[in-house]
């Protein structure tokens, strides 16, 4: 009964993880075949300032809601949201502000219509996430995963019937508008949205590491992206980008499904130190099988894919696929101790490791601006994914012996409620 349960459970995310990276890739699809590679790139170009901004502001109240007491989830909750509303409207803000001056030559009227749709999306009730402390998954398929199903059905009829970037933009607010009703839906719980000074302070002290996580991150798994979108034409950028996608969009999902399901599994017996490394072992034992497994599909199955899906013009050169995917593989490898040091409230250790990837990023601006080789700076990405795993493992051991000593004793507390589910 109980693997009956669990693979309900892992059913959901992974309905809903697929559904929302499979669209995102499936959007760039339409968007390349109907608008062509030129406007493609300048939608990636929208997409990437939005992300980066998103990764830089966001501290992780999803989280946080998931793993305070119970009895402060109320306060918990509308600290959430305002912080959210207010991340939202600074969204916002910066892109009219885009808009006004005409960045990357976009209308203002694309700028506008993803400011409105920013707003929107500030006003998500949290609630259906909140339901995750009691392992139910379906309010977050119905939200995220319906929601972005039905948006990439929208963007290909307004790509056919309308091929400018506006008319995209037009359902990407849309999309905004049905995100925001179906939380509000799911929620099951009246909308609330204050914040007080110990309830804000608690949150920044508990998101700060992952805010700057968030940013090490972008960089970490899109710096190479940034540094060829500054330099090369709008249409070879997209033509990169789509090689990259393909590799990131199943790295991404797995990555999310481990840390939904993962997050409140080993939350709940982190006072159990034994129950903690055993969980964590078989995670990393599923983890390193399907990296693995991914980085060989892939450097099969890449270029057929890619000239599949995009067109002859599209295919890549089979050193840079198998780069990307080993890079892709070894960021997944770094998953499962990533979610324990953070099950742990020690949020600071997957952002130390993504700053050691970060610096392979700087480094790999001075390659491409030495020689402009995609090889070379693919090969520094590889290299710091590896140094990013070392210093993660290393920073994660020193600091909980008692969870990765093989004689770890169990706590005198037992597993909560939750554990045992």
């Known amino acids: 009964?109980?693997?009956?349960?669990?693979?309900?459970?892992?059913?959901?995310?992974?309905?809903?993880?697929?559904?929302?990276?499979?669209?995102?890739?499936?959007?760039?699809?339409?968007?390349?075949?109907?608008?062509?590679?030129?406007?493609?790139?300048?939608?990636?170009?929208?997409?990437l300032s939005i992300r980066l901004f998103a990764m830089s502001t966001d501290l992780a109240v999803e989280r946080y809601i998931l793993q305070v007491d119970?009895?402060?989830?109320?306060?918990?909750?509308?600290?959430?949201?305002?912080?959210?509303?207010?991340?939202?409207?600074?969204?916002?803000?910066?892109?009219?502000?885009?808009?006004?001056?005409?960045?990357?030559?976009?209308?203002?009227?694309?700028?506008?219509?993803?400011?409105?749709?920013?707003?929107?999306?500030?006003?998500?009730?949290?609630?259906?996430?909140?339901?995750?402390?009691?392992?139910?998954?379906?309010?977050?398929?119905?939200?995220?995963?319906?929601?972005?199903?039905?948006?990439?059905?929208?963007?290909?009829?307004?790509?056919?019937?309308?091929?400018?970037?506006?008319?995209?933009?037009?359902?990407?607010?849309?999309?905004?508008?049905?995100?925001?009703?179906?939380?509000?839906?799911?929620?099951?719980?009246?909308?609330?949205?204050?914040?007080?000074?110990?309830?804000?302070?608690?949150?920044?002290?508990?998101?700060?590491?992952?805010m700057l996580t968030g940013i090490s991150m972008f960089w970490s798994m899109q710096g190479e992206r940034l540094i060829l979108s500054a330099s090369l034409p709008a249409a070879e950028f997209a033509h990169f980008s789509m090689l990259f996608q393909l590799a990131l969009v199943p790295v991404l999902v797995l990555g999310r499904i481990a840390l939904t399901a993962g997050l409140p599994a080993l939350a709940a017996v982190r006072q159990a130190p034994l129950h903690f490394r055993h969980r964590v072992a078989r995670i990393q034992a599923y983890i390193y099988i399907l990296a693995a497994t991914f980085a060989a599909l892939f450097g099969l199955g890449a270029n057929p894919a890619l000239v599949f899906l995009f067109g002859p013009g599209f295919r890549a050169d089979i050193t840079l696929i198998f780069l990307v995917a080993l890079t892709q593989a070894l960021r997944l490898c770094r998953t499962p101790q990533s979610i324990a040091a953070q099950a742990l409230g020690q949020t600071d250790i997957p952002f130390k490791a993504n700053l050691v990837r970060v610096v392979a990023v700087f480094v790999a601006v001075v390659s491409w601006l030495a020689d402009g080789s995609l090889v070379t700076l693919l090969s520094i990405a590889c290299a710091g994914e590896v140094c990013a795993w070392i210093a993660q493992s290393a920073l994660f051991s020193m600091r909980n012996r008692a969870y990765t000593a093989p004689s770890a004793p169990v706590a005198h507390s037992a597993p909560t409620r939750e554990a045992v589910q």
Not at 12 to 35: D, K, P, T
Not at 120 to 134: C, E, I, S, W
Request: glycine share 8%.
């Open 1 to 47: 009964m109980r693997d009956r349960r669990w693979k309900e459970r892992i059913g959901f995310i992974l309905s809903n993880q697929i559904l929302v990276e499979g669209c995102v890739f499936v959007r760039n699809i339409i968007i390349a075949r109907l608008l062509g590679a030129e406007t493609l790139g300048e939608f990636i170009f929208l997409v």
């Open 70 to 210: 119970k009895g402060d989830t109320a306060s918990a909750l509308a600290g959430a949201h305002f912080l959210n509303s207010t991340r939202n409207s600074l969204l916002a803000l910066m892109l009219l502000l885009f808009g006004v001056f005409n960045i990357q030559g976009i209308s203002f009227t694309c700028y506008a219509l993803l400011a409105a749709g920013a707003f929107l999306r500030g006003l998500t009730h949290q609630g259906y996430r909140l339901k995750q402390r009691h392992f139910n998954f379906r309010p977050a398929l119905y939200v995220e995963g319906f929601t972005t199903a039905a948006g990439t059905l929208a963007i290909y009829i307004a790509a056919s019937s309308a091929p400018y970037l506006e008319a995209i933009c037009a359902v990407m607010l849309a999309q905004a508008a049905l995100h925001t009703l179906l939380s509000h839906t799911c929620a099951g719980e009246p909308y609330s949205t204050n914040a007080t000074l110990p309830r804000l302070k608690d949150m920044v002290l508990f998101g700060w590491p992952l």
